[in-house]
């Protein structure tokens, strides 16, 4: 049976396409997916025609995204795969694999696809504990995007962080900031996302109408000591720095996406000195790369 690929063919435009299947060879094992998480940043740009990489030519060398000449090779580009939070079940295991059975569940990443051959040490290690519910795989990647946030945060015991934005990344990084001792304030449109924040530890959670006020109150007029964005959106982001204590931080861990409109960055960030992080999967702060 072939193997089933999900593809992106253009803008907001998805097919399928047959791969073939094959048994393991030697050192390797063939895997049945069970769940592939949809990326709501990175993926999500890519389907909707947003993301720079469609638009700009990144120069790896200078770091820098530039315009495209209109001289340049435009070609459009061939179909995409995409997913990076797979689980799956081994079914098959080659000559030589030790340690790996049927049956042994695994995170990795491997795209939307419906089986995939891998090499049994790249996948070794990746294995769920024992009566581990399967969907919970996907987040193996994604979970790494909140943890890194956290550390750049730097959050001190007893502190108050206000997290905006509470999907996946969201979700997460409320979770870390309470085991790391702070006070979490959880900002959302979506009541049902709030009550979810609330289930994992939030002290308070709040729609984003009048956000940066309801924490101003709750700090007795100071602000938040560090602000979490993790929505991507450019207001949100406008809101976290007001919500900010005069002299603190915001680390951002969302993908923005455009032009920043709603972002105001002659008002409370130039009035009260307020610091932004960039946070993402790429790497750690160096000062912690000892660790990790």
């Known amino acids: 049976m072939a193997v089933v690929a999900v593809r992106f063919t253009g803008v907001k435009k998805v097919g399928f396409e047959a791969l073939p299947d094959r048994s393991p060879g030697p050192g ?6 069970l769940y592939s998480g949809i990326s709501a940043g990175t993926e999500l740009t890519a389907y909707r025609g947003t993301n720079p990489y469609l638009h700009k030519r ?3 060398g200078r770091r820098l995204f530039l315009s495209r000449d209109d001289s340049e090779d435009q070609a459009p580009e061939p179909p995409r795969s995409w997913g990076y939070e797979e689980v799956g079940e081994i079914v098959e295991v080659g000559p030589g694999v030790s340690g790996l059975a049927p049956g042994t569940l695994v995170h990795g990443t491997w795209g939307h696809q419906t089986g995939h051959v891998a090499r ?3 996948i070794g290690w990746r294995t769920l504990p024992p009566g581990t519910d399967p969907i919970l795989g996907i987040f ?3 979970g790494p995007i909140a943890l890194n946030g956290v550390l ?6 007893g502190e108050t962080v206000a997290v905006f934005g509470l999907g ?3 979700q997460l990084v409320v979770r870390l900031a309470r085991l790391s001792g702070a006070s979490v304030v959880a900002v959302d449109p979506i009541a049902a996302r709030r009550e979810l924040a609330a289930e994992g530890g939030a002290a308070m959670t709040i729609g984003p109408d009048g956000a940066a006020e309801a924490i101003r109150d709750l700090t007795g007029g100071l602000g938040a000591d560090i602000c979490f964005e993790a929505s991507g959106s450019a207001r949100a982001l406008h ?4 919500a900010c204590a005069p002299s603190s931080r915001v680390v951002t861990l969302g993908f923005f996406q455009g032009e920043a409109a709603g972002l105001m960055l002659g008002e409370e ?3 009260n000195r307020i610091a932004v992080v960039c946070s993402q999967i790429g790497g750690v702060a160096p000062e912690l790369r000892h660790r990790w």
Not at 152 to 157: C, E, S, V
Not at 239 to 242: F, G, N, P, T, V
């Open 152 to 157: 750049d945060g730097a959050i001190r015991l």
């Open 168 to 170: 996946v990344v969201g």
């Open 140 to 142: 193996s990647h994604i």
């Open 269 to 271: 960030f130039h009035h």
């Open 239 to 242: 809101e976290a720095i007001r």
């Open 28 to 33: 390797e094992v063939r895997l049945r997916t």
């Open 120 to 122: 049994a040490e790249d």
């Open 58 to 60: 990144w120069d790896a």
